[in-house]
């Protein structure tokens, strides 16, 4: 049995997806598996990952039909053997002491879940890349009830790929088969499994790559309707903790709902729609789902990006038209720079 399996579930990436194979093999820690799930890719990539896996028997080739990501992660998770599990995107790759240093934390903590930091690679038009060292949300060991005492560093971090799982405490939790917020649905579910302990590793041991194209980046219908996943999710797991009384855990939920809110303004702005329809959608949805509570009650300095900062203010001051006017311009000048 290996100690850690890395699940990559593929579609598309055949530019890509040699450059993460490579960065596993590079591993200075070798008793790891890799499960490629091969999603029903209509270039080169099951090749790819055939290729691999005759070259090393440390890799898994599962070949289905397309099903989405979380599917795919699923189909992965069930075939993983190792008593660890790190969901690895296939367009991105690994720091070569990735498992070597998270294992490590892992082990000598008898750590649930271990957390790092990461490289944010973003790509211009012109071939150039720009770097940022993003931080683990949190450092250092704890226990007692940590995922509770640590809720607002954690509950916001939704990258998947920058931690690693005891595979028990996973446990029948799975990825959701929704097109976008199935890493943060999925993250809430397991913290639901109550961890002991976790760890944060002050290190960045992953690469994440920004991409033109990417599904964040595309108009997706079903979220018109139903918007608010991951802040229902949490509401869902501050329920069950019993903590819904509770003003910090309040905080953070209505932090969530405007990180929804937010999702699903620039989701509308991709839309088809008329520029009309679309300040309605915005205004009809602020009365629902305690959005307006979570407007009213978050600040705006809580956001980092000046795009969100703004946004926060014209959302306040309940200028709609304002408000979906700076998403579209976004969005086109998105396009422009790819």
């Known amino acids: 049995m290996p100690k850690i399996t890395f699940v990559l579930p593929i579609y598309g990436v055949e530019k ?7 960065s596993l093999k590079a591993q200075t ?31 898994k080739v599962i070949h289905k039909k397309n099903g989405g990501l979380g599917p795919a992660r699923n189909s992965g998770l069930e075939a993983a053997t190792g008593e660890y ?20 934390a ?14 944010e690679e973003t790509q211009d038009r012109h071939g150039n890349t720009s770097v940022a060292v993003i931080k683990s949300p949190i450092n250092g060991v704890y226990r007692d009830d940590p995922c509770r005492r640590v809720f607002p560093e954690i509950a916001s971090s939704f990258l998947i790929f920058t931690k690693v799982f005891k595979r028990s405490i996973i446990g029948d939790k799975r990825f959701p088969a929704v097109l976008m917020g199935e ?3 999925f993250l809430f579910n397991v913290y639901e499994n109550d961890p002991a302990c976790i760890v944060g590793v002050n290190k960045p041991l992953y690469h994440y790559i920004h991409r033109a194209g990417s599904i964040s980046g595309s108009y997706h219908p079903e979220r018109v309707d139903d918007n608010f996943y991951l802040s229902n ?20 939920l209505r932090y969530l709902k405007i990180r929804d809110l937010m999702i699903g303004v620039k989701n509308i702005a991709l839309s088809p729609y008329s520029f009309a329809r679309k300040v309605k959608w915005l205004r009809d949805i602020v009365k ?5 509570d979570a ?32 998403a579209v311009m976004n969005q086109m000048k998105a396009k422009l720079l790819k």
Do not use: H
């Open 295 to 326: 407007i009213g009650n978050i600040p705006t300095d809580r956001f980092n990006s000046r795009n969100d900062k703004i946004k926060m203010f014209t959302l306040k001051k309940k200028l709609y038209s304002i408000t979906i006017l700076l």
């Open 233 to 252: 999710e949490a509401k869902k797991l501050i329920d069950v903790w019993g903590v819904n009384d509770d003003k910090m855990f309040i905080n953070e």
């Open 85 to 104: 599990i790190n969901f690895f995107d296939p367009d991105d790759y690994i720091e070569p002491d990735y498992a070597e240093v998270m294992l490590g």
């Open 16 to 22: 890509y997806l040699q450059k993460a194979i490579d």
């Open 288 to 292: 629902t789902n305690d959005v307006e």
């Open 29 to 59: 820690f070798s008793d790891w598996e890799a499960v490629l799930v091969d999603d029903g890719s209509k270039d080169n990539c099951g090749k790819i990952c055939d290729a691999a896996a005759s070259e090393d028997k440390r890799f």
């Open 183 to 185: 890493d943060g649905m």
């Open 106 to 119: 892992a082990e000598e903590n008898n750590a649930d879940i271990v957390y790092c930091g990461m490289y």
